[in-house]
């Protein structure tokens, strides 16, 4: 009876340990390779608003995090930096700056979703037609699928 408790407790605890394994190594493993630094400041030429993703954010740890330059073209938002790898990120632009992902939620209906971000160092994301980032404050990297603030910056 105990032997078989005892498999039962260990043998879940190693399935628990390998699924939380393979969520966080899943998109390391198939991540496409991001632009170089070269596409990033030829991306960042026109940029009409720029912002830095910091570390520090009281939303942000030590497995939820961004560093580096945020630019806001007309038609695109170019990132050189890196991001704290995880699935399903998106990218949301603000009507105001926020860190932490309980203040996101109370603003996200009057979010915008640009779009995915595929990439854990450096990307580029076209904005669809029909969204004006003068029209917003902040951009947030968001995980959708545990809704998990990763990290924001205020540029305006």
Known sequence: MFRTLRSIITHGIALALGFALGVYLLPILI??????????????????????FRRDLEGS?????????LSITEGRVSFMGRLA????????????????????E??????????PIK???NFIVDIPPGIDPADYRGALVWCESFAMFITAAGYR
């Open 31 to 52: 991540e496409p390779d991001g632009p170089s630094d070269a596409e990033i400041v030829a991306a960042s030429q026109q940029a009409m608003f720029s912002a830095r």
């Open 61 to 69: 740890d030590f497995l939820h995090w961004g560093e580096g330059q």
């Open 85 to 104: 790898p995880g699935p399903d990120y998106r990218l949301y632009l603000t009507p105001e700056f926020v860190q932490t992902g309980e203040a996101f």
């Open 106 to 115: 109370a603003i996200k209906a009057q979010s915008v979703q640009v779009g």
């Open 119 to 121: 990439t854990f160092e």
